[in-house]
């Protein structure tokens, strides 16, 4: 109770995880930094909750070590590690009252009545429940559920905070407010925290860092900016936002060869590769009209997303289909519709080249 706000720094070396003959974890390093938000971002069964366990003690590793502020922790059983988890169901207690269940953690840790009850109070007011102390869960919706789940695993002012899918029971309304909010709580109580999502947006709208898994390994780690703009691999590329892949290409400096049509590229490849995926994103690829520069496509559907216009073209001569992010403007201008001629242009500083 005495101890700071202050959040833990966690270490994971080497850590992998095998279920028998399966192996659900190979080769996590991490390192997360006092007060960080790092999202765990990835396919169903990629080992987002494996992880997440492994670090809580709740599932022993198979190798590996974990270390939390100065201390290894590798070994140590649930009870002795300092954090505070949340998981996607409202695991209250049902028989206990809100102001029981926040208790609870401050209860076994005897800490004396008084305190947990200003502290408690104190608890309820931050995730905006004050006045629902003597209900039970059930008396709660999903979205208050949760809050009181979050207030309990911060009770005991943990240096760590672990969230398994703590928004993905919610409806998409009460999920975007309380992201924002549990935003806001972490960043003031200053507490690192973990959380595990299957949901990009909410990945990239929350973290500091994202760590894209897939398949039991760390595919990248880095900013939302970073994850977006620079997918290490085809498989972040095509995971996090959307991607139109254009074909396999021989790639030497600074072009690449699709067949007989040569497309420049900023960044230049410095070894000779001859299997190079390229892709780029919907927002990147430029319309113009039919006397302008580019290859001529042809409009075969345009979805209204409000904000832009997501068109599906087709570039017959290559046999290729885009999807391309239009303004409502520049749509106007084209004159797009479904059936309607443009001409596409694949801009070099957007093109992204992927090993294949
Ligand atoms: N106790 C276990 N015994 C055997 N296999 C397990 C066990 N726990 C998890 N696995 C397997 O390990 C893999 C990773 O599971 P995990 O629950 O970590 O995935 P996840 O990324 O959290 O997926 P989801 O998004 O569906 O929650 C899966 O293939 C799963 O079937
Ligand atoms: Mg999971």
Not at 200 to 221: H, K, P, T
């Amino acid at each position: 109770m005495q101890k700071s706000t202050q959040g833990s720094r966690l270490v994971v070396k080497n850590v992998s995880k095998d279920f028998g003959n399966f192996s659900a974890l190979r080769n996590i390093n991490l390192d997360i930094q006092p007060g960080e938000l790092v999202c765990f971002l990835g396919p169903s069964g990629c080992g987002k909750t494996t992880l997440l366990r492994i670090i809580a003690g709740l599932e022993q590793q198979t190798s590996g070590m974990l270390f939390q502020g100065e201390e290894d922790i590798s070994l140590q059983p649930p009870s002795a590690r300092d954090f505070g988890i949340v998981f996607q169901s409202y695991a209250l207690f049902p028989n206990m009252t809100i102001a029981d269940n926040v208790a609870y953690g401050l209860r076994c840790l005897r800490v004396p009545k008084a305190q947990i009850k200003t502290r408690v109070a104190a608890l309820l007011e931050t995730v905006g429940l004050p006045d629902q102390a003597k209900k039970y869960p059930t008396q709660l919706s999903g979205g208050q559920q949760q809050r009181v789940a979050l207030a309990r695993a911060l009770a005991p002012n943990p240096g760590l905070l672990l969230l398994d899918e703590p928004l993905s029971a919610l409806d998409a309304k009460v999920r975007h407010h309380l992201r924002t909010e549990i935003r806001q709580l972490q960043q003031k109580l200053g507490v690192t925290t973990i959380m595990v999502t299957h949901d990009q947006e909410e990945a990239l709208a929350m973290a500091d860092r994202v760590v894209v898994m897939n398949n039991g390994v760390i595919e990248q780690v880095g900013t939302p900016m970073e994850i977006y703009q620079q997918p290490a691999s085809a498989f972040v590329a095509e995971f996090i936002g959307s991607m139109n892949f254009i074909g396999h290409s021989a790639v030497t400096g600074r072009s690449a060869q699709l067949d007989a049509r040569v497309l420049a590229l900023k960044q230049p490849i410095s070894v000779v590769q001859d299997n190079i995926r390229l892709a780029i994103r919907p927002e990147d690829v430029h319309l113009q009209p039919l006397d302008g520069p580019g290859w001529t496509a042809q409009v075969e559907h345009l979805d209204y997303l409000g904000a832009f216009i997501r068109a599906q073209v087709t570039l017959r001569e290559w046999g290729l289909s885009l999807l391309v992010d239009v303004d409502p403007r520049t749509a106007r201008q084209l004159g797009l519709s479904r059936g309607s001629w443009v001409n596409v242009t694949l801009p070099s500083d957007s093109l992204h080249c992927f090993a294949a």
